[in-house]
Structures are given as structure tokens and as C-alpha cells.
């Protein structure tokens, strides 16, 4: 079903158009946390997360002209949105009220539709489906579809060979894990192309469905407890994703809201780059977790408010 | 004299050491902009700025076990401090006590002896004569030296790829501008690899001496007045420097430190990497500064203290 010459096709697909983002390393992280930490910076990447390359997969498989709706707070919506943009697209993203604040105005600045609806009272399935049948859009969903693991699987491929350049053909992949999209994609790529690097997913205490289910061997739904990671607050994993996880990686991490921020303000001192509460959870595993030998992990997203930012620097200047 | 056969000699010695970094675009960037910024993210150079490069290739042509000292407000530090350790080289660096925090606890954690001086009380250079002296260590200056400047030129090398890769073969090239090592060295490069490219320096109102140089086709000094760009605070462009400058780059430009302020907090969002106040001249200047046709400018340096980047987010949040 998911296989690495489809996250080759993938790769084909979104050459030129995604970035073939660095893979950073800081000496500095390097000491603190007593192993090689490479970090592959998907905040770089155009939209500032992984997310536009699943998008840009799945839209180049529709016909011309078909418009598309997704449900997001934020992440994949700027995919969409971009992506719809730049294929002649129409896009309808239909985000919660609560997303932050910049994910929305980047997804309208793409020139999506944004509908905004508010998580406690609104039925956000029922209006996505009266929306998608009105206008005849095309559901793209966030992570339990086989264009957009594919899409996705592509930051495997390049872990692979960059991995490879820094001398790294043997360790931990840590991946920020939500629904499973990315965390699947890399752990396919990976396993046919990188066969020593093993793959572990990473979640907030408290939303930690996916490692549940890994430990539990089958799909564990909870509604997770507050966290600051907005990214990845996913209930369960994919009924796609869950079995490649269980395939290929090795067991979920979960890291504290209190490890995340402390991560976000080191990538900032030690790496320069802007990562946002759910893109920082598998680098928070990757200094804080122990472990021996070198470690890969996402940096999925840049995407965070201004104020939280600051927040975070705030409690741990240096 | 300064040729792109000895920046091509220093891209050889540095490849592995520093890092080939992206030139990043944001597709909302462009569109506030009205034109194609490409930014050249040397922030995440080893280090956090383009110094490591001319700091490992000068060190690299020492001999064996030969110290070094070097003067820097922090950026020229780190790279010498990091470059100096990874060589098995002693390293002592005299810095004004009033840099960053950030530089010198980077400085410091690379090994380096941080002798820090008053800027309005001591005589810097009698106490480096005097370190140097007791030591026997050599002085690596921050500027004006070929093997320095030729370092920093394969900043110019990988801009003339990349750009190309980026469908620009002609158009402008913004450098952040102090003492023009940066400068010269990408001048000379793009010179001779994508000779379409013209590089403009670009400087803080108030810290223009380039800028006036070119002007007056000649050394113009002066102290400058306050800003908050740090690292490019040099009195007047170099001996080696400013004759290349004069042969090779069109007329210079300054920015305001609010404009500098509001090109930082663009960057935060837009493009996800942290730019320090002397390292977002050339962005802001891309963004602010009319114009036609594509723009790349170097986002040179990321080392920022947490204080001061916090009040720029908050500044400009959106």
C-alpha cells in the first residue's frame, strides 16, 4: 500500500517547488546534550512546515481545475492554501477560531478561503461536508491519505542522504507525531533507504494516543489533556499511519510542555531558527531524553505566535 | 591581489567544516515586497554567521599549534574561538565587556580565553599587543586580510549556484556591511561566476563610511552614532577591502534601525530564522528600499540576545 517508490514519485512531484530543507547541527546543542543532535529544519521549508509537501503531492494528483477543502488549525492549511494557489486552485480551509493567530493569516494571505468555527459548539465535520458538497471541493486530509504520507515520506528520503553526508548511517530518527503522516512517510523512506537509522515517534505528555497504541498494539483514541503543542493535539493515529508506524518504528517518546519551551529557546540561541511548541517536541526528546549515539530529529514547524515566542525567551535568556 | 581562484581555495579548505547554507524565500515575503527576495541564511553558518568561514580559512593556513588572538565584538570571536578549537589551536579573544551576552557565552563555550576590555577606558590594542607578545600568539583580523576575505567570498560561490538554481542570472545583491570582508569577498566571487549579479553594501544610518567612501572615491572615516547593529559597527572600510569594493560594487545604501527592527520581526515570520540587528541590513533593505527585479541579500548573523529580540516581537506582532 505505501511503498518508497511512491514517496519516490512524490519526490519528483515536489522537486522545484518544495525546499530541500538543511540538516543543522549546532556544537554548542552538541555538549549540552552529550551526542550528535542533527536537526532537519522543516521550518524552513515554504510555508514554514513539512505540511506543503504532502499538499503539493496530493493536489498534483487531482484533475486541473478541482477545487479542495481541508480541515486544519494551521499547518496543513498553509499547504493547501499555498499549494491550491500556485496549482490555479480553489481552497477552502476550515480552521478552529482558537488556531494561532499568524497559521491563519498566512493561510489567508495564500488566498484561501478561511471559514473559522469554534471548537466547543460547532460541528466542523458538518460544515466542511455542506461546504464541499455546495462547491464540489475535494477533501484533502491531513494525514490518513497515501499522497499525502508520500509527500510527507520525501524528508525521509533526504534524511537519508544527509544523514549519510554528516556521517551518520546508524542511530534514532525522532519525529514530531501527530497523526502519523510525517512520522510514517520518514519510517518508510527510511527503512528501505537508511535501513540503520529507526524511527521513533514523539508526543506532548498527555496526547501520547500514538505511543499508546504502539505499546498497546492497536489504535488508542483519547482526547489528550492541554498542551501548547497546537500542531500535533491529534486524538489517534490514521487508520493508514498507524499500521507503518507499527511496521517500522520503535516506541513513542513524550516530552513536557515545560522540555518543549526550553527546546524552542535553545534552537533559538544555539540554531537560529524559529520552531514552533509542536515542531520542537522531537528535538526536547533528543537533548533531554538520555541515550547514547547521534540522534536525528524534525524541526516540523516555525509557525508560533509572537507573544508565545517571546514568552519562551523570556524565561530562558541567557 | 584578492582573485576567485584563492576564494575557490577556500572552498576547498572549508568544505565539511562550514556548512553550504539555503537561500530561503517566503512567498509572502515576495508579495509584501513586490519583487523576489532571495536571503542568503548564513545565520545558520556554524557559529551563527559567516565569520567561521574566513576565520577557518585563515586559521588554516597557519602552521601547526601556532596560537591565535583575535579583536571582535563576538561574531569574528566565535568563528576564530570554534575554528581555533576544532584546529587544536589557543585561542584568546579580546571583546568590549558591553557585546551581546549571547557572543560571549559562545565564545566562552568554544574554548576560547575571553579577555574582556572597556570600550571607554582601555587601549585595546595595547592589551592584544601585550597578549600576543607574552604568548606568542598570531593576530587574525576580523577584515582585512585575503585569507579572511577570501573565506567570506564562498558565501559569493554559493550565492552564484544557488541563484542560478533560482532562475536569477541578473539583478542585485545586498551585503550586510561593516569593515567589507563580506563584501569584497562576495564581490570578487559573483564577479567572476555570475557577473549579472551587482553587489550594493548596505549599512545603519549613522554608519555609513562605506557608503561615503564609495561616494567620495575614497577612505572616509568617522565614529559613527548609536545603533543597535552590533556587529558592523567599523569606523571605515579596510585598505584591502575598499579598493576591491570601489572596482566591484554599485553605490551603497542605508537602513534605519527601525527599518532593521521590522526586518527582523519579518524574518521571525515569515522565513522562521533568528537575524541578528547587523545581520538584517540587507533584508530590510530588500524590503524597504524600492526597486526592481529580483533582490538576494545576506542575513549574515543570528546571535541575538533573547532581551532585545523579544522587544522586537513584540514591536511588530501581528
Known amino acids: 500500500m505505501m511503498d518508497v517508490a511512491m514517496i519516490e514519485a512524490a519526490a519528483a512531484r515536489i522537486a522545484g517547488r518544495a525546499r530541500v530543507t538543511p540538516l543543522l547541527e549546532s556544537d554548542t546543542l552538541n555538549d549540552l546534550a552529550g551526542r550528535r543532535v542533527l536537526v532537519k529544519a ?106 499525502v504520507i508520500a509527500g510527507q515520506g520525501t524528508v525521509g528520503l533526504e534524511i537519508a542522504v544527509q544523514a549519510a553526508d554528516a556521517g551518520v548511517t546508524a542511530g534514532r530518527v525522532f519525529t514530531c507525531c501527530g497523526g502519523g503522516g510525517l512520522t510514517a512517510g520518514i519510517a518508510v523512506a527510511l527503512a528501505a533507504r537508511a535501513p540503520g537509522l529507526r524511527v521513533h515517534p514523539v508526543e506532548p505528555e498527555g496526547f501520547d494516543d500514538v505511543a499508546q497504541s504502539l505499546a498497546q498494539g492497536g489504535i488508542v483514541t483519547h482526547q489528550g489533556q492541554a498542551t501548547i503543542c497546537d500542531a500535533i493535539m ?21 516530552v513536557t510542555d515545560a522540555e518543549v519551551r526550553r527546546a524552542m529557546a535553545l534552537a533559538f540561541t544555539h540554531l537560529r531558527i524559529v520552531v514552533e511548541p509542536g515542531g520542537a517536541v522531537a528535538l526536547a526528546a533528543a537533548l533531554f531524553r538520555g541515550g547514547d549515539g547521534a540522534v536525528i530529529c524534525t524541526a516540523s514547524g516555525g509557525n508560533v505566535d509572537a507573544a508565545l515566542f517571546g514568552q519562551v525567551l523570556q524565561e530562558h535568556a541567557i
Open 234 to 254: 491529534t486524538p489517534a493515529p490514521g487508520a493508514l499511519t498507524f499500521p507503518i508506524m507499527q511496521r517500522h518504528c520503535g516506541a513513542g517518546l513524550t
Open 42 to 147: 522543516e521550518c524552513l521549508q515554504r510555508t514554514g512546515s513539512f505540511k506543503f509537501r504532502g499538499a503539493w503531492n496530493a493536489l498534483s494528483c487531482l484533475a486541473a481545475g478541482v477545487g479542495v477543502l481541508a480541515y486544519s488549525s494551521g499547518n496543513h492549511a498553509q499547504g493547501v492554501a499555498l499549494a491550491a494557489r500556485l496549482q490555479g486552485r480553489a481552497a477552502v480551509i476550515v480552521m478552529p477560531s482558537d488556531a494561532p493567530a499568524v497559521k491563519i493569516a498566512n493561510t489567508r494571505g495564500y488566498g484561501a478561503d478561511v471559514v473559522l468555527y469554534d471548537r466547543a459548539k460547532d460541528d466542523r465535520d458538518a460544515i466542511g461536508a455542506g461546504l464541499a458538497a455546495q462547491r464540489g471541493l475535494h477533501l484533502v486530509k491531513p494525514f490518513d491519505d497515501a499522497s
